[in-house]
C-alpha cells in the first residue's frame, strides 16, 4: 500500500463500480468528483486560482464521473487496498487515531452517489457531477458485509474505540 490512511490527508474510500466493490486510500483532494464546481466555489468567493483549467494534479480529469470512472480507477490502482490489508492495519494499530481508519467516503458510480461522512468541513457531497446525488450522512450500514475490515473475530472495532453511530 502506497498510503495509509491519515487524518486530514489521506482517507478510506469504498468505492461501487460495475457492482463491483473496491477500497481505496489516497490523497483526500482527489476525491472531489467535479473539480470545475469546486474552483468555481472558490473563485465566487474571491480566491484566486493560478490556472483554474489545470487538472494535471488529477490525470487531466476535471469531472469524474460514470464516464470517465474506469480510466480514474485505472489510474488509482496504486492506492487500491484489500478489505484484509485495511483489517490488518486496524488490528495492528498502524493508525494515530481510529477515527484514521473510518471510511470517508462511498462513491457509487453505478448509482450516480457520493456520500460523504468526512468529518472536516470539506463538503465532498456539494462537489459532484451533474445527475448525482452528494449527501453527507453514516453510510456504514449499507457496505456490504464481506468488506467489514473492521469486524475482527466478530469484535466491532470501531464500537470499542469509536462509537459509528452518532
Known amino acids: 500500500m502506497h498510503n ?3 487524518y486530514a490527508e489521506t482517507i478510506i474510500v469504498l468505492v461501487k463500480y460495475k457492482k463491483f466493490f473496491r477500497w481505496f486510500v489516497a490523497d483526500k483532494e482527489i476525491w472531489f468528483l467535479d473539480l470545475k464546481k469546486l474552483i468555481s466555489s472558490y473563485l465566487e468567493k474571491g480566491y484566486e486560482i493560478p490556472n483554474p483549467d489545470d487538472f494535471s494534479d488529477r490525470f487531466n480529469i ?3 464521473n460514470e464516464d470517465t470512472a474506469e480510466d480514474f480507477l485505472q489510474k488509482l490502482s496504486d492506492f487500491e487496498v484489500g478489505t484484509e490489508e485495511l483489517r490488518k492495519m486496524l488490528e495492528q494499530g498502524r493508525y494515530s487515531h481510529i477515527s ?3 471510511p470517508s467516503l462511498y462513491v457509487d458510480f453505478d ?3 457520493l456520500t460523504s461522512y468526512y468529518p472536516e468541513p470539506a463538503s465532498y457531497e456539494l462537489y459532484v457531477p451533474n445527475g448525482w446525488l452528494g449527501k453527507y450522512e453514516q453510510f456504514i450500514e449499507v457496505i456490504p458485509e ?3 475490515y473492521w469486524i475482527i473475530d466478530g469484535n466491532n472495532l470501531f464500537l470499542k474505540e469509536h462509537s459509528c453511530n452518532e
Request: proline fraction near 7%.
Open 146 to 148: 464481506d468488506y467489514h
Open 111 to 113: 448509482d450516480k452517489e
Open 62 to 64: 476535471a469531472v469524474v
Open 100 to 102: 484514521d481508519m473510518l
Open 4 to 6: 495509509k490512511p491519515k
